[in-house]
């Protein structure tokens, strides 16, 4: 069975584990599939929080409670990579194992593989491939690094930050990651010693000047206080899509070069601009760093083979200057007009690095630059 066999909504198990490999993977008919389907109406929710508070036992608590009202839940559990494998610890899949006969629930682990920011480098797409599959709920359950967390944030439409009583310092210390991306602070563990002093902190650091947070008391092994978790989660709405005002503008800088280690010494170590990502899109032979520089960002491309396309380029120029980014508010619209005014546009859109969907415009149509048209 091929990606564009499978049906929209309401896959079999087995077809939706299968369709998710390929997007994993990032195979270019598995991406596309991706692009075709009808966007869902569900919720993307980011479960995250430091090592200890709980996180799996609340996402298995939460579960049975969207379970128990009918919702259909996806979890996208991201676990620590295997220094053995390359794989996923897959430590959330066996702690959740009562919802492993139930149609309704689908459980997906995926390994960091050295990407930065508690995610996946295909959490997005994956996100996207559950939501639109037909499921309610999609939890995404981060690996529990600590404050640097915050990459979830602009996945899920809503962030619940789990903390426990106790953890004094701590919230200090994470303050200015992880604690400002919140849209709901949980306490769980809610029975341990602690509970008002941790509220206090953390009703003291929203008083600095944030956004009012709902803070919600839980016990994830006896459910306690999981469904007004609930209550909450099911209130609020999707997160707004990107607004055309902030389209047309220039996503990144696209840089060859020999080596992304080589590179990143002087990104890195000299300027302090640490890579927010870096994966490898195998469709486009080419490893992949990105690195934000402001409202823009820098992509360093480092060949897989001699013959891919950033090879071909840095034996034929040097590494320097690939191609420039720029995002649209229609990319479909965009690619029409530019062909009716003689533009020579390269193939057809896909899936590339962070899950954005481009296409490329030939140089001797755009003034001699390599232009890379993203859809907002």
């Known amino acids: 069975m091929t990606a564009r066999e499978l049906a929209p909504r309401d896959l079999a198990p087995r077809d939706l584990a299968k369709l998710a490999t390929w997007i994993e993977q990032g195979s270019p008919e598995g991406l596309a599939r991706l692009g075709e389907m009808p966007e869902g109406e569900g919720l993307i929710v980011g479960i995250t929080g430091p090592p200890g508070a709980g996180k799996s036992s609340l996402v298995d608590a939460l579960t049975a409670e969207m379970r128990h009202r009918e919702r259909k839940v996806a979890i996208l559990a991201v676990d620590p990579s295997s220094r053995g494998t390359g794989g996923a610890i897959l ?15 689908f459980i997906r682990s995926m390994a960091t593989r050295g990407v930065t920011g508690g995610l996946a480098a295909a959490t997005r797409n994956l996100a996207r491939l559950f939501r639109d599959a037909g499921f309610d709920f999609v939890v995404i359950e981060t690996v529990g690094v600590g404050q640097d967390e915050i990459d979830v944030a602009s996945v899920a439409d809503i962030v619940a930050l789990v903390l426990t009583p106790g953890m004094g310092d701590d919230i200090q210390a994470i303050k200015a990651g992880i604690m400002e991306i919140a849209d709901v602070f949980v306490i769980n563990k809610a029975d341990y010693p602690g509970v008002e002093k941790t509220r206090h902190e953390i009703e003291s650091m929203l008083s600095l000047g944030h956004t009012p947070v709902p803070i919600i ?28 005002a902030d389209a047309w503008a220039i996503d990144h800088l696209g840089i060859a070069v020999k080596s992304l280690d080589e590179a990143l010494a002087f990104y890195e170590t000299g300027l302090g601009m640490p890579p927010a990502l870096r994966e490898t899109v195998e469709h486009e032979k080419v490893r992949v760093a990105m690195l ?14 001699e013959n891919s396309a950033i090879g071909r380029f840095l034996a034929r120029r040097g590494p320097g200057l690939h ?15 530019l062909e009716k005014h003689g533009a020579r546009i390269l193939g057809k859109p896909q899936y590339g690095a962070d899950g954005h969907l481009y296409v490329f415009v030939h140089p001797e149509s755009a003034g001699g630059v390599l232009w890379e048209l993203i859809q907002a």
């Open 91 to 105: 430590g959330d899949r066996i702690r959740m194992q009562r919802h492993h006969d139930d149609p309704g629930v």
């Open 323 to 337: 191609h420039v980014a720029m995002r649209v508010a229609d990319l479909a619209a965009t690619i029409q007009r």
């Open 217 to 244: 008391e839980t016990i994830a092994t006896t459910g306690s206080g999981v469904s007004a978790l609930a209550n909450y989660l099911q209130s609020c709405g999707r997160k707004p899509s990107v607004p055309a």
């Open 292 to 305: 934000a520089a402001g409202a823009t960002r820098i992509e360093l491309l480092e060949p897989l083979e």
